[in-house]
């Protein structure tokens, strides 16, 4: 008994060590993708910098204006290097977020206001998508303490990812509650819903799709742009989402009945937020 009890202590402390090796191993590895993500970013923020300078000057000048095929080639130009400064911004926040240096200038915010500037910058999109989006409960919320630019990339994925994956004609409803009305005293929290009519999410992608880089369906069959449906992306958004929320000291999660592109159960993500972000999550 003796020599088999030395015996599994000698195998328990190898496998322990081999266990941390292994740790030490994957840390590294993290930590070497994320020294990767931000040397990457930095380094395309001054190309793309130039590129978005000098092609804003070709749009304003009067003879690429009149000439109509070079100036829907230019747009193109501004377009594209709009979309990249957006991948490279959310490549750095989730290195912020990471590593917890994610800064919030938090002042006070109104988030029906916020979705309404939303709406009018996604109008384009939903028009020619031929999707509705309503609203309902947003008026009656109480005014927040939030950061307005982070909690801005935060409902625009939201609301992109149902305009991405609802199929035209479809709906969209964002819908708010007061969780605490009435309530004296304590923490204050509201509840914003995003709800589609899309293709739904499988329920054990449900936690998956906020891991960096992760992305539903084949990879190959993703059409490009941000407002297409089934359009591609980095998978970075929802990571981002999620981090911003949870800086405020609220919660994001997802629900959704599971994935049938005939039967289009739709999803909702549930953001609950503080009325006023904790000491500790600044």
Known sequence: MRRLNEGLESEVIARTEELESAYRHLELLDRNKSDFITVVSHELRTPLTLIHGFSQMLRSDPVIAEDELRAKEVEGIVNGAHRLHTIVNSMLDVVKIDHRTLHL????????????????????????????????????????????????????????????????????????????????????????????????????????????????????????????????????????????????????????????????PGSAFHVVLPLIVPPSAM
């Open 105 to 264: 200038n938090c002042s006070t915010l109104s988030v029906d206001y916020l979705v309404e500037v939303l709406r009018s910058r996604l109008a384009p999109a939903l028009d020619e998508r031929r999707i509705t989006l309503t609203t309902q409960g947003l008026s009656d919320l109480p005014e927040i303490e939030a950061d307005p630019d982070a909690l801005t990339k935060v409902f625009n994925e939201l609301l992109t990812n149902a305009i991405k994956y609802t199929p035209d004609g479809g709906s969209i409803a964002v819908e708010g509650r007061d969780m605490t009305e009435g309530q004296k005293g304590g923490d204050r929290y509201i509840e914003i819903v995003v709800r589609d009519s899309g293709i739904g999410i499988d329920p054990q992608a449900l936690e998956m799709i906020f891991t960096k880089f992760y992305r539903t369906g084949e990879v190959t069959l993703h059409s490009s742009g941000r407002t297409k449906f089934k359009g591609g992306g980095p998978g970075l958004g929802l990571t981002v989402a999620r981090g911003i929320v949870e800086a405020h000291g609220g919660r994001i999660w997802a629900e959704s009945a599971g994935h049938d592109e005939t039967a289009l």
